[in-house]
T-cell receptor, first 114, second 110 residues
């Protein structure tokens, strides 16, 4: 069964450093998403991406964040200058159809900012 | 405003007992509703979904959920809980993005 994969599983970085989180969505899916979950809190939407552009972003997704689909398979989330409060689990998801289809999640990347 | 509420933060049941996890939503249009389960340190696994049609939907691992429009609810049920069901359960509303509830942590005692 196809699945969403994410790398790395755990990333530790120093405050102010740039990080890139990588995701490989399910191959025939067209819509891609990033969510984050701060420890002990609920899962929050960050951004959705379709047809090589951002469809929607939350107020969390400020200028420090960017997303890219650099090739036909990867979908990346970049945090330009990490802050302590960026420490969280970051989930990638993909779906075939945006409004009515199911979003399938990857296992997540735990980001720890020191 | 669009929102999802899970009133129960933590539920403890004995193995073999029945389970009901509550979920209420607020949305002005036809809701697309989901239940996901998250085991410790793991990702989010889809249990079941409601799009339209039959208001009682069946999912994996013996779970089911009932959509009640009049109560704006989508409660998750299981007739007999297994120790392996211990996890965090999230209800979510799809408005092109998923809006999650705060989750319910299920603990199962032998």
């Amino acid at each position: 069964e196809p699945e969403v994969t994410q790398t790395p599983s755990h990333q530790v970085t120093q405050m102010g450093q740039e990080v890139i989180l990588r995701c490989v969505p399910i191959s025939n899916h067209l819509y891609f998403y990033w969510y984050r979950q701060i420890l002990g809190q609920k899962v929050e939407f960050l951004v959705s991406f379709y047809n090589n552009e951002i469809s929607e972003k939350s107020e969390i997704f400020d200028d420090q964040f960017s997303v890219e689909r650099p090739d036909g398979s990867n979908f990346t989330l970049k945090i330009r200058s990490t802050k302590l409060e960026d420490s969280a689990m970051y989930f990638c998801a993909s779906s075939r159809d945006r409004a009515t289809d199911t979003q399938y999640f990857g296992p997540g990347t735990r980001l720890t900012v020191l | 405003a669009q929102s999802v509420t899970q009133p129960d933060i933590h539920i403890t049941v004995s193995e073999g007992a029945s389970l009901e996890l509550r979920c209420n939503y607020s949305y002005g249009a036809t809701p697309y509703l989901f239940w996901y389960v998250q085991s410790p340190g793991q990702g989010l696994q889809l249990l079941l979904k409601y799009f339209s049609g039959d208001t009682l939907v069946q999912g994996i691992k013996g779970f089911e959920a009932e959509f009640k429009r009049s109560q704006s609810s989508f409660n998750l049920r299981k007739p007999s809980v297994h120790w392996s069901d211990a996890a965090e359960y999230f209800c979510a509303l799809n408005t092109d993005k998923l809006i999650f509830g705060t989750g319910t942590r299920l603990q199962v005692f032998p």
